[in-house]
């Protein structure tokens, strides 16, 4: 439990730092550490980044760099995938299912097999350098920015990840944000999202408040941590050498899964 905690502030100083990533941390920490059913750790996770993304929105919507209205267009069909894929897609998935017609795995292991997938690639993201997107179109094109956000939610729905490294070249190429916008309307995105798939799971799970609430202070001490120390620490090497730990972390979670 108390590596448990100190997880929890390194989900918040990594937010606060380089302005992601964290998330990815929340389930590998709660079931590997806490010892928390994957299942119902994909629910506390939402929790957890709504509530940690929700500080950094209130800090960046006092200084304008929220763009509300290309948030809203995003953020509505995110979160009705949200809801539904945590409401719906999540209890309708059997129990063992059969891969190929050979392979058993259970429903715990996919979800973690999904997640590190979804980690992998956010590492990937992070280590590579972020290349200049080049928007074409000075038209917000509102279809496409609609069905990304349903595309994020449900992977949101399904792993319990804010999924920002998805969700910030969209609103660069799709909505012409510059990156600072975009990264203030993301946390606003992921704010919301996840609050709402969170309300989705309150009808299906049975939640520790009392664990969930005190994990979430951590996480959200670790933030402010982090915002203090990020104004004098250069967040370029940071991104890679975490790049890099998230993919570590992702191929331990494969090793994991298949060989326990």
Avoid at 27 to 48: E, R
Avoid at 139 to 165: M, P
């Amino acid at each position: 439990m108390i590596f448990g905690y100190l997880g929890a502030v390194l989900i918040g100083v990594v937010l606060g730092l380089i302005g992601g990533g964290g998330s990815i941390l929340t389930v590998p920490i709660l079931v590997y550490l806490i010892g928390i059913d994957p299942v119902l750790a994909t629910s506390y996770s939402l929790f957890v980044v709504g509530a940690t993304a929700g500080v950094g929105t209130l800090k960046n919507a006092n200084k304008g760099f929220i763009n509300f209205k290309v948030g809203t267009v995003f953020a509505i069909p995110s979160f009705i995938a949200v809801y539904i894929t945590r409401r719906y897609v999540i209890t309708a998935i059997p129990k063992t299912i059969m891969i190929l017609g050979e392979i058993n795995i259970s429903k715990d292991t996919l979800i973690m097999l999904l997640f590190a997938i979804l980690m992998a690639i956010a590492g990937y993201f992070m280590i590579v350098n972020r290349p200049n997107f080049q928007v074409k179109d000075k038209d917000l094109n509102y279809l496409k920015i609609s069905l990304d956000g349903v595309l994020v939610g449900f992977l949101t729905g399904l792993v319990g990840a804010g999924g920002g490294f998805l969700i910030i070249p969209a609103l660069v190429i799709l909505a012409n944000l510059d990156m600072k916008n975009a990264i203030a309307t993301s946390l606003f995105i992921i704010t919301v999202k996840s609050s709402i798939g969170f309300l989705g799971d309150i009808q299906s799970q049975v939640i520790d408040w009392s664990f969930l609430l005190i994990f979430t202070l951590f996480a959200v001490l670790g933030i402010f941590i982090g915002m203090f120390f990020g104004t004098s620490i250069d967040s370029k090497p940071l991104k890679k050498i975490f790049g890099w730990f998230v993919l570590t972390i992702a191929i331990f979670i494969i090793v994991v899964e298949f060989f326990n």
